[in-house]
């Protein structure tokens, strides 16, 4: 099983990212997933993002990004997304992605800077 995030880097406050999550190894639709962030300084905090079920593809978001991120599948390329809008300065962490379980092993995570 490998996880592999990309698709960080430098963006605005009011620009926008998609961060992807490539699985290897095991299928999105076998289980429910979700992204995670860990700050500069917070390397103890990996802090939950959004969770995506896919049975109904009901999401459900972290209070300080709903209504700004969106996490969707593509289950034929057994790819999650997290896209982000209207960025705010403590979104600036590493991205990283694993079930709800937190069962997998984690992947290298993708940076991502956001600069006002």
């Known amino acids: 099983v490998h996880l592999m995030e990309s698709g960080g880097g430098l963006v605005q406050s009011e620009g926008s990212l998609r961060l992807s999550c490539a699985a290897s190894?095991?299928?999105?639709?076998?289980?429910?997933m979700s992204w995670y962030r860990e700050a500069l300084g917070k390397e103890r905090e990996r802090e939950w993002i959004?969770?995506?079920?896919?049975?109904?593809?009901?999401?459900d978001y972290n209070e300080s990004v709903s209504g700004r991120f969106t996490i969707s599948t593509d289950n034929a390329l057994n790819t999650m997304y997290l896209q982000m809008s209207r960025h705010h300065a403590e979104d600036t962490a590493v991205y990283y992605c694993?079930?709800?379980?937190?069962?997998?092993?984690w992947g290298q995570g993708t940076q991502v800077d956001v600069t006002s």
């Open positions: 694993n079930d709800v379980l937190v069962s997998l092993s």
């Open positions: 190894g095991f299928y999105f639709s076998n289980r429910d």
């Open positions: 959004a969770s995506i079920n896919l049975l109904d593809d009901r999401t």
